[in-house]
């Protein structure tokens, strides 16, 4: 039998899913930190909005009856964290923590209207 390593080699992250109280605000937020918005709607399901960030697709679907994902915490790669920061806050984000080295680099946290915290790390 294979060991936990071999079972798990080769495995990538290619979907995260969110839910959001209001579709359009999460749109804004996740453009404003340089994602390409889509929508989608498969079959009889609810129109929810898509993005792509490097081999990962993000879907954030309305929050309905379900639980909040505001638990999920999610990191981006951005090239320019002090623009990335600002175009959070025009769009309504709270920024949690301001651009600080750390030892990953110039990061930041900021907050969508849905309680998700975003890591935002300055790409070299």
Same mark, same amino acid.
């Not at 993000?58 to 964290?81: D, K, M």
């Given at each position: 039998m294979d060991g936990p390593a071999e079972l798990v080699s080769g495995v990538a992250l290619n979907l995260v899913v969110l839910r959001s109280a209001n579709l359009r605000l999460a749109a804004a937020f996740y453009a404003a930190l340089g994602l390409t918005i889509g929508w989608e709607r498969h079959g009889a399901g609810p129109?929810?909005?898509? &993005?792509?960030? /490097? /081999?990962? $697709? $993000?879907?954030?679907?309305? =929050? @309905?009856? +379900? &639980?909040?994902? &505001? /638990?999920? +915490? $999610? @990191?981006?790669?951005?090239?320019? =964290? &002090? $623009?990335a920061v600002a175009a959070v806050r025009v769009v309504g984000g709270a920024v949690v923590s301001l651009p600080q080295p750390g030892p990953w680099g110039l990061r930041a946290v900021v907050e969508d209207a849905d309680g998700h915290r975003i890591e935002l790390l300055q790409g070299a």
């Open positions: 129109e929810h909005m898509t &993005a792509q960030a /490097g /081999g990962v $697709l $993000l879907e954030i679907y309305p =929050l @309905g009856e +379900r &639980a909040s994902t &505001a /638990g999920v +915490r $999610l @990191g981006f790669v951005v090239p320019n =964290l &002090a $623009l």
